[in-house]
């Protein structure tokens, strides 16, 4: 609603829980399309944490078949990064600015495909930033109280790095 108010585009967002898989053509093309239309300030990108985090070294650690589902899980995931990394090269090439989320232990900048983004890291073109999701308002879904859960977010907006990096649990 701040965005609205401000006069700022706000996007429908597009959802693998909705249907929308950005490793599909079709997926590719509706992204596309309304980005195109839309052309939103910020982009927003969140991506499965489960293939590439904290757990999955763990299980991939134990072998057998925890870690034939961690590698199942990697593998349907891959082809969602190469849009990923597109889109975000994209918005910035448009002086546009994007907000990427993982947990804090994410690997999923390790994968081949998100090369192009570790270099606009190294380039200073994306800020690397740390939050405790407990200062962001993460919280068990039963029990309400709030959960530490680090979390690393990528943004070309100086401004939201430095609002993302002083929200530290104590």
């Given at each position: 609603?701040?965005?609205?108010?401000?006069?700022?585009?706000?996007?429908?967002?597009?959802?693998?829980?909705?249907?929308?898989?950005?490793?599909?053509?079709?997926?590719?093309?509706?992204?596309?399309?309304e980005l195109e239309a839309e052309d939103p300030?910020?982009?927003?990108?969140?991506?499965?944490?489960?293939?590439?985090?904290?757990?999955?070294?763990?299980?991939?650690?134990?072998?057998?078949?925890?870690?034939?589902?961690?590698?199942?899980?990697?593998?349907?995931?891959?082809?969602?990064?190469?849009t990923i990394t597109a889109t975000v090269l994209?918005?910035?090439?448009?002086?546009?600015?994007?907000?990427?989320?993982?947990?804090?232990?994410?690997?999923?900048?390790?994968?081949?495909?998100?090369?192009?983004?570790?270099?606009?890291?190294?380039?200073?073109?994306?800020?690397?930033?740390r939050s405790d999701g407990c200062a962001l308002?993460?919280?068990?879904?039963?029990?309400?109280?709030?959960?530490?859960?680090?979390?690393?977010?990528?943004?070309?907006?100086?401004?939201?790095?430095?609002?993302?990096?002083?929200?530290?649990?104590?």
């Open positions: 609603l701040l965005a609205v108010t401000y006069g700022l585009n706000c996007g429908k967002p597009l959802d693998l829980n909705e249907g929308w898989n950005a490793g599909t053509r079709s997926g590719k093309r509706q992204l596309s399309r300030f910020l982009t927003v990108i969140t991506q499965q944490c489960g293939p590439w985090g904290n757990w999955s070294r763990f299980n991939l650690a134990m072998g057998g078949r925890r870690a034939e589902t961690v590698h199942k899980a990697r593998a349907e995931a891959r082809p969602t990064l190469p994209d918005r910035v090439a448009r002086k546009r600015h994007v907000l990427l989320e993982q947990s804090l232990g994410s690997q999923v900048y390790d994968e081949p495909a998100m090369k192009p983004i570790k270099g606009l890291i190294d380039k200073g073109i994306l800020f690397d930033v308002g993460y919280c068990d879904a039963d029990s309400g109280l709030l959960n530490y859960k680090p979390k690393r977010f990528l943004t070309t907006s100086v401004v939201l790095a430095d609002a993302l990096r002083s929200h530290r649990c104590s």
